[in-house]
């Protein structure tokens, strides 16, 4: 299960601007690209990190864990220790069901 600080930073911006398309727009990314990276995310995650509340994206249980302070800069700092910004890292991921 490998992921990128690509796709962690996509998450990011998709919870804090609120949807697909905001994000896409801040990112200067097609809205497509967006989906797509999110996608990819929870498929190698094997969990759903987001569900549709009304016209927003909301964390689920299992993101929301992933979404804490924490989470984020494990992301962060584990794909640093990388090398570089699309460096690919294994995540043990805190979000996975127990």
Same mark, same amino acid.
């Given at each position: 299960?490998?992921?990128? *600080?690509? !796709?962690?930073?996509?998450?990011?911006?998709?919870?804090? &601007? %609120? #949807?697909?398309?905001?994000?896409?727009?801040?990112?200067?990314?097609?809205?497509?690209?967006?989906?797509?990276?999110?996608?990819?995310?929870?498929?190698?995650?094997?969990?759903?990190? *987001?569900? !549709?509340?009304?016209?927003?994206?909301?964390?689920?249980? &299992? %993101? #929301?864990?992933?979404?804490?302070?924490?989470?984020?800069?494990?992301a962060?700092e584990?794909?640093?220790?990388?090398?570089?910004?699309?460096?690919?890292?294994?995540?043990?991921?805190?979000?996975?069901?127990?």
């Amino acid at each position: 299960m490998k992921t990128t *600080l690509d !796709q962690w930073q996509v998450l990011r911006t998709i919870v804090e &601007e %609120g #949807g697909f398309a905001q994000a896409a727009e801040k990112l200067h990314r097609s809205q497509s690209s967006v989906s797509y990276a999110v996608a990819r995310l929870q498929e190698q995650l094997e969990v759903a990190l *987001l569900r !549709q509340d009304g016209r927003r994206m909301r964390l689920t249980g &299992e %993101g #929301g864990c992933c979404a804490t302070p924490t989470g984020w800069n494990a992301a962060r700092e584990a794909c640093a220790g990388a090398g570089s910004r699309s460096s690919r890292w294994r995540w043990t991921a805190c979000c996975r069901p127990r």
